[in-house]
């Protein structure tokens, strides 16, 4: 009995599957896209317009969300368990290659050259840039629309203000105050004019609220449309 040949097109083989079991969300009409050399762990969470590079790794519990703005992770990256990362309008979120991003974790609207470990617990705040090779350690924070220069560490749970950043101890909290001032963190975060009334925060939480609603319209993607980016020849 002969063998029986079948082409191709007539069998096309199934198309490779990403991040078979995390949770890729359809929200607002965008789709996340990862590397078919990438791998997302089970339990990870990626919604709306991101972009996973190549041989890059989300592992347990994290989260990369674009809500309102895109967030791009390069390649040869990892994304620790339960760290977040936040795409939001007006900034850009990007991750460059050959970044380590630690456990719980924190990234909003910034961008990681590359080369940079972001240690457990940092965080980095909307419209701060973290230039190649600098480094932010356990629980440090870099504000708002700060620069952390090229092969600079921002030491243990110290905080980083300014453009090129300045580092202050902890405990100095009347230099932190004053660097913070004109950094503008209302204005960057929410796009709202300084002030510390809790009316100013109502309004700021109702404005959440609304934008937050489109969630109502996301769709789980099922795993078969978990279907990988262009690999890059190298």
């Known amino acids: 009995m002969?063998?029986?040949?079948?082409?191709?097109?007539e069998y096309p083989a199934p198309p490779a599957v990403v991040g078979r079991g995390a949770v890729f969300v359809e929200h607002r009409l965008k789709i996340p896209q990862v590397?078919?050399?990438?791998y997302i762990a089970p339990t990870a969470v990626l919604a709306g317009d991101v972009t996973i590079g190549p041989?890059?790794?989300?592992?347990?519990?994290?989260?990369?969300?674009a809500e309102g703005g895109p967030?791009?992770?390069g390649r040869n990256c990892v994304i620790m368990e339960h760290a977040v990362i936040r795409g939001v309008p007006g900034q850009v979120t990007r991750v460059g290659d050959e970044v380590l991003v630690g456990p719980h974790a924190h990234?909003?609207?910034?961008?990681?050259?590359?080369?940079?470990?972001?240690?457990?617990?940092?965080?980095?705040f909307n419209g701060a840039r973290i230039e190649t090779g600098a480094e932010v350690e356990f629980n440090a924070v870099v504000y708002v629309n700060t620069v952390v220069p090229?092969?600079?560490?921002?030491p243990m749970g110290w905080f980083a203000g300014g453009q090129p950043a300045?580092?202050?101890?902890?405990?100095?909290?009347?230099?932190?105050?004053?660097?913070?001032?004109p950094l503008d963190y209302p204005g960057t975060v929410f796009g709202v004019g300084d002030s510390s009334t809790s009316s100013l925060?109502?309004?700021?939480?109702?404005?959440?609220?609304?934008?937050l609603a489109l969630h109502h319209q996301d769709h789980i993607v099922p795993d078969e449309r978990h279907v990988p980016t262009q690999e890059d020849a190298q």
Not at 35 to 38: D, G, H, L, N, P
Not at 111 to 119: D, F, M, N, P
Not at 166 to 181: N, S, Y
């Open 2 to 9: 002969g063998v029986l040949k079948v082409s191709a097109e």
């Open 71 to 73: 967030v791009e992770i």
């Open 35 to 38: 590397s078919e050399s990438a």
């Open 150 to 154: 090229a092969g600079t560490a921002v």
């Open 55 to 65: 041989h890059s790794r989300v592992l347990f519990g994290a989260v990369i969300t």
């Open 201 to 211: 925060m109502s309004g700021v939480a109702r404005r959440y609220a609304r934008g």
């Open 166 to 181: 300045e580092l202050v101890a902890p405990g100095d909290w009347d230099r932190i105050r004053a660097i913070m001032g």
């Open 107 to 124: 990234l909003t609207g910034c961008v990681i050259e590359g080369g940079s470990r972001i240690a457990t617990g940092a965080m980095v």
